[in-house]
């Protein structure tokens, strides 16, 4: 299982960025799909979620202002970021969990500063 997460970088604040993570190694149409990230400092956070029936949720933090959406075709789950603050600064990752293991991308920074 890999999962390749790219698309981060520096915005200012009230910036979009999107973030697209490819999978490869699994039936990608049939997993849930996560983001996380993770602040200097912090421990990694969930950020949201989209289940195999494109069911939605998200942290308190982001709603209303990231959208996590999925094209099975591409085996890609998205992220897309907009109204972004400078505490929304963290590594984010992928992640799906199949069968009790838990696998990861390897993050993608987003800096969100003026």
């Known amino acids: 299982v890999q999962l390749q997460a790219y698309g981060g970088g520096l915005v200012q604040p009230g910036g979009s960025l999107k973030l697209s993570c490819e999978a490869s190694?699994?039936?990608?149409?049939?997993?849930?799909m996560g983001w996380y990230r993770q602040a200097p400092g912090k421990q990694r956070e969930l950020v949201a979620t989209i289940a195999r029936n494109y069911r939605t949720n998200y942290v308190d933090s982001v709603k209303g202002r990231f959208t996590i959406s999925r094209d099975n075709a591409k085996n890609t789950v998205y992220l897309q970021m907009d109204s972004l603050k400078p505490e929304d600064t963290a590594v984010y990752y992928c992640?799906?969990?199949?069968?009790?293991?838990?696998?990861w991308g390897q993050g993608t920074l987003v800096t969100v500063s003026s």
């Open positions: 992640n799906t969990q199949i069968s009790f293991l838990t696998y």
């Open positions: 190694g699994i039936i990608f149409s049939a997993e849930a």
